[in-house]
């Protein structure tokens, strides 16, 4: 499983710009105009991963698949699109299909670049977006929970969408209720409040790599939040240099790691997701499962007969597979473990699975 990223915000904050770097394409268009962007760009990119790198060197693999992330740049959103506004519900329904938003707010000030307010307030900005998704929410939930529809509902799924509901029409965001009922089923109920979020700072230039103003009052505001501070002009112009010229670009710029390193990061911990990796002559492999997966289930994750016929994981730490340099040494060296179908998957485990008939 890799995860998918939607990016939102109000037009003319810099998505599709931030898309484009995100994803070294130019597959989005970036204009001064409200709505240039109306059909959602997707875009699939490798997650970096030195130790990946390291681990196919040493078994000399042909090929080597990075974990993947995709990046949906979605069409801008205005007030009143609850009630179909600007692009609307168009704009809701591609929300609803990624795993966390990425909330793109803008924190520069330009008279080139339109805004559709008179002044710059980032934090204006997010809670027009979020009183939107509430509004939809409550939407979807009333017609859910309409005399006919209840009773395909199980008691469970029932108590919480009337919790969901009764919260949001009091004007509070559900977010309690991630305490009180499983993952599984709010990832079942497709609700966007309770969607995992990143707020993302659109600074200018001369404001990295420490933000301003405007990116402070958000800290300030949403002191519980995953905040990213950005300059998506110059992210863009980093991913179109060589690989081997960013370095020094970031160093003249002063950014220690790019936006997409940043975003990846924030995201994993977010979704609350790991990575193991898979090693062989054929190729080296680096997989995302849920962080403290039992071992028959990452083994899911490469095929569902996997799973079923699970057996054992002999398994290395990353570590130790790039000391020892390799499964046969590691073994020697009593590095190597036999892991059964209660084991605890860590982040960065190179494990081969034993799968019965």
């Given amino acids: 499983m890799g995860f998918k990223c ?14 484009n770097a995100l994803t070294t394409s130019k597959k989005a268009q970036a204009e001064n105009f409200p709505f240039c962007t109306i059909d959602p760009n997707l875009g699939i990119v490798s997650v970096p991963d030195e130790r990946l790198n390291k681990i196919s060197e040493i078994t000399k693999s042909i090929k080597t698949i990075n974990a993947a992330i995709t990046f949906v740049d979605i069409a801008g959103l205005v007030k009143g699109a609850s009630k179909g506004e600007g692009l609307g519900n168009k704009f809701l329904s591609h929300v609803r299909e990624v795993d966390t938003i990425i909330h793109l707010t803008r924190c520069f000030d330009s008279e080139k670049i339109q805004n559709v307010n008179k002044n710059v307030d980032p934090i204006r ?7 939107e998704i509430l509004l939809s929410d409550l939407e979807s939930l009333q017609k859910r929970l309409e005399k006919s529809n209840k009773k395909k509902l199980e008691k469970e799924e029932l108590d919480f969408l009337e919790d969901c509901k009764k919260l949001i029409s009091d004007g509070k965001k559900p977010d309690e209720l ?26 200018d230039e001369k404001s990295l790599p420490d933000g301003n103003k405007y990116s402070e009052a958000c800290k300030k505001k949403f002191t519980d939040e995953n905040i990213i501070i950005v300059c998506a002009d110059i992210e863009d112009q980093i991913m179109g240099l060589q690989t081997k010229d960013r370095k020094d670009f970031m160093i003249e710029s002063g950014i220690k790691s790019t936006g997409l390193d940043n975003l990846i990061k924030t995201g994993y911990n977010t979704l609350g997701l790991s990575t193991f990796f898979t090693s062989g002559p054929e190729e080296s492999r680096a997989w995302t499962i849920e962080k403290n997966s039992k071992a028959p289930d990452a083994a899911g994750v490469i095929h569902t007969d996997f799973k079923n016929k699970f057996i054992r994981a002999e398994t290395v730490t990353h570590e130790d597979f790039i000391k020892y340099k390799g499964f046969n040494e590691c073994k020697n060296a009593g590095k190597l473990r036999l892991e059964g179908k209660d084991y605890l998957v860590n982040d960065g485990d190179v494990m081969y699975f034993r799968i019965g008939s």
């Fill in 6 to 19: 939607g990016i939102v915000g109000l037009p003319n904050v810099g998505k599709s710009t931030l898309f």
């Fill in 125 to 131: 900005d997010l809670e027009i977006i979020e009183t």
């Fill in 178 to 203: 991630k305490k009180k009922y499983s993952k599984d089923l709010i990832k079942k109920s497709a609700l966007l409040s309770l969607k995992p979020r990143i707020i993302v700072c659109n600074v």
